[in-house]
């Protein structure tokens, strides 16, 4: 029976409309005329105009960010991923080169394994969350201290806050690079930013736990005016290079001579032999 | 300017030594320790499991740790069949249509495919919030819940309606195959309290044009089964696989030509 011959009560407006054409409020390449982007003529006002960075923001934001803060952007890129294989999603690039996958085989499966709740960019939305709450919270007249033992209760107390501290090390030297690029690109301090280091002092005093770079990175985009979404956004890939580093490393090597393990080195907690 | 590093010190963390699981012990070879002689699944031999057990049985073994009752075999394989599929239409299976068509290496497809399936409306990602749903709401009456979620469920003027994870509308309707799959794992002995929770419930939405998707129907089933919520929602991934591969293959010959692409008159750019 054909679709014409069903007797039809049900209201598929919308997917009916969706169905007869492909709907795109970004844009397109219309063959003859050029590819257009949120209304840039990429051809000629994006590519020698711009850098990759702003464009890689335009596509995630939808908004053609200043060349400066997409040059920030570029200089966090660098801070959050390095050539360690022992990092989670590197280890995944490095057991990829060992397999001897495909390149991007190997980089989308670190990237992948970074949309995770314990690091990489997802926790960030978390990081903007909780600074722009807190700025919110602080103008309404509630102190750093509060807000900081405010977030603590969630969590019986400890200082589970995203933003502060991290696994593996006390301290972070990527705030001190970054701040760095922050004063040379001529950026002033903005109210989450100010805010955030008041709470890395309380955090200080009461648990000697530091701000870490999620904490920085969300209260300095927080200033900009993006959204925790916008941010997560900006840094879907951030991890990449890392991850194409070490798959690299890994795959120049003979083949299952990364990290290999002998029977042995598995501990069995398991049932008893048994049988069937 | 030179910059000056930061103090950074180690956490003292333990971190273990060595990976462990419960799940499978290689005996290593007198000749050559990383080569194994012997596996064993939870304790059975895998040579022994491949003689005396059928996949589906090893399948349940692997994630549960205990073979299945006859009862939960017969239900558990079903659902596997049932979901082998997404078809053709579904976006997990269009991904994985495109990677074939666009001469993408046959080894990415599924994992491709399977990132798709992993969305939040009506995939992967839907599965374990529906197992919390119904775990939350077993005890309570069906019909109090269904008028409880009328209340307090706005449906959206555009678009399916997701009263409650797992549960909702299908292109504006009633899935009628996620209706099907619960009516025939619900007459089998091995139907759990769950899934009867379930039906009922969706009886009692009945008029509002929502009922079981399929997402719901495979949570109920998993977690009547022990699965662990969020290892319902990865499972749902793994048991659609097959279908996605297939449709994914069945196109890795074709000319790229054989997949539609919109002329322009059918792509329309939109502005403010």
């Not at chain 1, 008041?198 to 648990?207: G, R, S, T, V, Y």
């Not at chain 2, 068509?101 to 491709?112: A, E, N």
């Not at chain 2, 995939?123 to 709401?137: M, Q, T």
Request: aromatic content about 10%; charged content about 20%; some cysteine.
């Amino acid at each position: 029976m054909s679709s014409k011959q069903i007797k039809q009560d049900q209201d598929t407006a919308l997917w009916d409309k969706y169905r007869e054409k492909t709907y795109s409020r970004r844009g397109g390449w219309i063959i003859g005329q050029g590819v257009f982007n949120c209304g840039y003529n990429m051809m000629n006002d994006l590519v020698g105009e711009v850098s990759y960075m702003q464009v890689l923001i335009l596509n995630a934001i939808g908004r053609l960010p200043e060349r400066r803060l997409a040059d920030w952007v570029e200089a966090i890129y660098i801070c959050l991923s390095w050539p360690d294989p022992r990092i989670w999603c590197n280890q995944i690039g490095a057991l990829n080169g060992t397999m001897k996958t495909s390149v991007v085989s190997a980089t989308v499966a670190g990237v992948l394994a970074a949309d995770s709740r314990g690091y990489g960019s997802k926790p960030l939305i978390d990081g903007v969350t909780f600074i722009q709450n807190a700025v919110i919270d602080f103008n309404k007249g509630l102190s750093v201290e509060q807000i900081v033992s405010n977030a603590c209760t969630k969590y019986g107390g400890k200082p589970s806050i995203t933003g502060y501290a991290r696994p593996l090390a006390k301290g972070d030297e990527r705030i001190e690079a970054m701040e760095y690029v922050t004063k040379k690109l001529g950026f002033s301090i903005g109210s989450h930013r100010k805010l955030a280091y008041q709470i890395e002092a309380e955090l200080q005093d009461k648990f000697s736990e530091d701000m870490n770079i999620n904490g920085y990175v969300s209260a300095f985009l927080s200033d900009h005016d993006l959204s925790p979404m916008e941010i997560y956004q900006i840094f879907a890939i951030v991890v990449n290079s890392g991850v194409t580093a070490c798959y690299m490393d890994a795959y120049d090597r003979p083949a299952g001579a990364f990290s290999p393990l002998q029977c042995d080195d598995i501990e069995y907690m398991g049932k008893a032999a048994r049988e069937l | 300017m030179v910059k000056e590093t930061a103090k950074v010190t180690r956490r003292d963390d333990q971190y273990a030594q060595k990976i462990s699981t419960k799940i499978w012990h290689e005996q290593p070879s007198e000749q050559n320790p990383y080569i194994a002689q012997q596996s064993r699944c939870h304790g059975y031999d895998l040579v022994e499991l491949a003689k005396g057990c059928s996949y589906v049985e090893v399948l349940y073994l692997l994630f549960r740790s205990e073979l299945p009752t006859k009862e939960n075999a017969e239900i558990f394989e079903q659902l596997l069949i049932l979901l082998i599929n997404p078809g053709p239409r579904h976006p997990a299976t269009r991904s994985a249509i495109v990677a074939g068509v666009g001469k993408t290496d046959p080894v990415h497809i599924l994992p491709i495919a399977l990132s798709t399936l992993g969305g939040d409306f009506q995939g992967a990602g839907e599965v374990e919030p529906a197992v919390r749903f119904l775990r939350k709401n077993v005890k309570k009456s069906p019909k109090e819940v269904a008028f409880q979620l009328i209340e307090e469920s706005t449906k959206p003027t555009e678009g399916d309606w997701s009263i409650a994870p797992g549960v909702g509308s299908h292109y504006g309707g009633v899935d009628l195959m996620a209706k099907q799959f619960a009516q025939q794992m619900s007459s089998l002995s091995g139907c759990g309290k769950l899934l009867a929770w379930g039906n009922e419930l969706t009886s009692e939405l009945h008029g509002q044009q929502v009922g079981w998707l399929k997402t719901g129907v495979a949570a109920a089933v998993l977690a009547d089964l022990g699965f662990l919520p969020f290892a319902c929602a990865a499972l749902y991934q793994l048991i659609s696989a097959p279908g996605l591969l297939a449709h994914g293959l069945e196109y890795c010959k074709k000319p790229m030509t054989s997949y539609p692409f919109p002329e322009d008159k059918y792509y329309v750019i939109e502005t403010d």
